[in-house]
């Protein structure tokens, strides 16, 4: 069935320090993929999306690459901050249904 | 203006207890969702509306039941509340339905239910 996997959290960077969070996924077909950020004591939002193989989505310094033959979609950041505390969900798109990721927790030190 | 909002913001309660949770949404989208979202961050699908109606209900037992007086509003009621219903429940519109829904989803900022 259709499902994502996220890696593990909690992570732990010091601020400046490069983020990459893994995500892989299994769908039927091409479906669009997505992350969200939930900050403490908030509501999910958009991040980024890509909505074909090979696009790259990107937001606020986060990127992530739709790629096909991997199914993953991993979110990268060069440099994280403190203000990037939070939990990220990969997710994707299929028919009249959205499935997410369990999340993963970064936590950013200074 | 809040876009999406939910009541209450927290709700402690006795097992075996009913309870409902309010959701109201300002930005004229057609479709609206319930989530839940356990203890380690798990977020899953509850149901879905479309113009008042029905359209997704992912085997959420029966004593969950969601009504939807206009299509501005989904309240979620639950009856014979159990220990395992304690989560942040979080209500959602879009403006579409199906494929593109998630590109203009939003998100309310969740309702903490703590069943004792």
């Known amino acids: 069935g259709d499902s994502v996997t996220q890696m593990e959290g909690p992570v732990t960077l010091s601020e400046e320090a490069f983020l990459t969070i893994n995500c892989t996924y299994t769908a039927t077909g091409y479906p669009s993929l997505f992350w969200y950020v939930q900050y403490p004591g908030e509501g999910l939002q958009l991040l980024l999306k890509a909505t074909k193989a090979d696009d790259k989505g990107s937001n606020k310094g986060f990127e992530a690459t739709y790629r096909k033959e991997t199914t993953s979609f991993h979110l990268e950041k060069g440099s994280v901050q403190v203000s990037d505390s939070a939990v990220y969900f990969c997710a994707f798109e299929g028919y009249q249904k959205v499935t997410f990721g369990t999340g993963t927790k970064l936590q950013v030190i200074p | 203006d809040t876009a999406v909002s939910q009541t209450p913001k927290y709700l402690v309660t006795q097992m075996g207890n009913d309870k409902s949770i309010k959701c109201e949404q300002n930005l004229g989208h057609d479709t609206m969702y319930w989530y839940k979202q356990d203890s380690k961050k798990f977020l899953k699908i509850m149901f879905s509306?479309?113009?008042?109606?029905?359209?997704i209900n992912e085997t959420v037992p029966n004593r969950f039941s969601p009504k939807s007086p206009d299509k501005a509003h989904l309240n979620l009621h639950i009856n014979s509340l159990e220990l395992g219903d304690s989560a942040v429940y979080f209500c959602?519109?879009?403006?579409?339905?199906?494929?593109?829904?998630?590109?203009?989803?939003?998100f309310g900022p969740g309702t903490r239910l703590l069943v004792l």
């Open positions: 509306y479309n113009n008042k109606e029905l359209i």
């Open positions: 959602a519109s879009s403006q579409a339905i199906g494929q593109g829904a998630m590109e203009t989803q939003y």
